[in-house]
């Protein structure tokens, strides 16, 4: 296809026409852009949002095509066949070039004309390694995309003379970066090395305008002090992290230890830390005063957390500034005491979502100004200790949105089910009857057992009288014989001549008898 062209000024029909066109054109540009797009490539659509965007899809041709709008700002050619972006250099206004999920192998030498180019997305692409030709030319690039390629080596100092703010080497095959690798990136804000294959970081103190930092998903196993540099964000998921004694001193504010090997809340975590993710650690037990030693904490997260089973009503004890806790899919929590949010006044969102929790107590609601519960996905037994969270749910629901009452409750998070007893199980809370929350089951087991534990009480204390009735204050006379032996009297012979004597005898004075043993 031809470019247009305009008509011989020297026609006056032709003047009229050219000025009318040039009118169309800088009053409507998408309108010609899109016809030029269209004509040739239907995939491709062009976007007037201030900056004229042209966005080409699922192309099979091997090279950026060259007849698309001159002036075209943004450029995006994705999940096409791309191998080379030779023809790049014809748009000469362009600011952001996208080429994700295509084929390239390298950058190459095209893109070193582009004075206004100061963004390249690369992602999803078959390069190998970074070399410094890559990107020689491009003085304004200040965002670099290459995550999600083969990346196994960056050559030293690819990065000199480039002002980039931003670079994204993610989940690539890197093994091994230096100093040198890093050498010229001193302006650097957002650094991701995420998904790598790193065992070990350089130091990156020099990268002094750095806030951002992703190394996570790498097997770093342990840090070195003063390596890690005065990030806002930091993000050390899946490293194998045992010790934090590389975090003293810093001042990270966000900090990422998910999927590591605590077993317990690290210490010493910065001073200033105010978001902590520790989620998916062997921790069983968040003991008293846990976290007091992150005095400003706003944000803390223990989820998929398998073995936490338990977490002590002082766990929270010195963290006044909390404001959300989440503790969702820890499937061994099988119960919380609420005495443990007391004191936290500024606590507006707690999420105990997909857990274990078999009841809650209204005190988890009542003694916080909480905006947003989420307790969905819990395996409760709706019995009368739940109905309080059944009245809750109704007054979210039945209120219009103009009068409802504060809940802690939306559209999603009122979607409560019940998973005991059998007869209710996956219904709603909220569209259960009131008298399925009445523990009548309780009650009358209460009037059965009652008159078994009395009957149980009397027979033990009988049974327990009759196995010790000889020890018990009997009222017995001094001359009857003991019971606990028995008495054996010898027996003696009176002579026939002394019968009439014997009642006399007995009567006024005892004798002694001869025994018969010693006649």
């Known amino acids: 296809m031809r470019r247009w062209r305009p008509p011989d000024a020297k026609s006056t029909s032709g003047a009229l026409l050219y000025i009318l066109l040039w009118i169309g054109f800088n009053a409507f540009p998408t309108t010609l852009a899109k016809a030029a797009c269209f004509k040739q490539y239907l995939q491709c659509q062009c976007i007037n949002t201030g900056l004229l965007y ?76 970074l070399r410094r030709s890559d990107l020689q030319g491009i003085k304004n690039l200040k965002v670099l995309d290459v995550s999600k390629n083969k990346i196994s080596g960056i050559e030293d100092g690819m990065f000199a003379d480039i002002p980039l703010r931003e670079l994204d080497l993610s989940q690539n095959r890197i093994r091994i970066i230096t100093s040198r690798t890093l050498q010229g990136l001193s302006k650097l804000q957002s650094l991701n090395l995420r998904d790598n294959e790193l065992t070990k970081i350089p130091p990156l103190t020099d990268l002094r305008y750095l806030v951002f930092l992703d190394i996570s998903f790498n097997e770093l196993r342990s840090i070195e002090d003063g390596i890690v540099p005065n990030v806002r964000s930091l993000n050390l998921e899946r490293c194998d992290l045992k010790s934090t004694t590389f975090l003293a001193n810093t001042t990270v504010t966000e900090l990422v230890l998910a999927d590591n090997q605590f077993s ?154 019940c998973a005991e007893p059998k007869q209710f199980r996956h219904l709603y809370v909220h569209s259960m009857p009131s008298a399925a929350f009445e523990c009548r089951t309780r009650n009358l087991l209460s009037l059965i057992l009652l008159p078994v534990i009395i009957v149980l009480l009397v027979a033990g204390a009988a049974l327990l009288a009759y196995r010790y009735r000889h020890k018990l204050p009997f009222n017995k006379s001094k001359t009857a014989p003991s019971s606990s032996k028995t008495h054996f009297e010898k027996t003696y012979m009176v002579p026939a001549n002394d019968y009439e004597g014997i009642y006399h005898i007995q009567r006024n004075a005892p004798i002694r008898l001869i025994p018969v043993t010693e006649l």
Request: with cysteine.
């Open 264 to 417: 317990e809340v690290p210490k010493p975590l910065p001073q200033r830390l105010e978001t902590l993710v520790l989620s998916s650690n062997p921790i069983p037990i968040l003991g008293p005063r846990s976290l007091s030693h992150v005095p400003s904490l706003r944000n803390f997260t223990l989820s998929s957390a398998k073995e936490l089973r338990s977490i002590h009503i002082d766990a929270f004890n010195g963290n006044s500034e909390l404001v959300r806790l989440n503790f969702e899919m820890d499937a061994s929590l099988t119960n919380i005491d609420s005495r443990m949010f007391r004191g936290m006044a500024k606590l507006e969102q707690v999420s105990f979502r997909g857990s274990g929790l078999e009841t809650l107590d209204l005190s988890l609601v009542a003694a916080n100004q909480l905006r947003r519960l989420d307790v969905r996905e819990n395996p409760f037994r709706c019995d009368c200790r739940l109905s309080w969270l059944r009245d809750l749910s109704l007054s979210f629901l039945n209120g219009s949105r103009a009068n409802r009452k504060p809940t802690p409750f939306d559209d999603e998070t009122v979607k409560i089910k």
């Open 54 to 129: 042209v966005k080409c899809r699922k192309l099979e041709t091997e090279s950026i095509p060259h007849i698309l709008h001159p002036q075209l700002d943004v450029l995006e050619v994705t999940y096409s066949k791309l191998t080379s972006l030779s023809n790049a250099d014809v748009y000469t206004s362009m600011q952001v070039f996208n080429v994700t999920g295509n084929e390239l192998t390298s950058l190459g030498q095209p893109l070193a004309s582009l004075s206004k180019l100061h963004t390249i997305i690369a992602r999803e692409n078959k390069l190998d390694a």
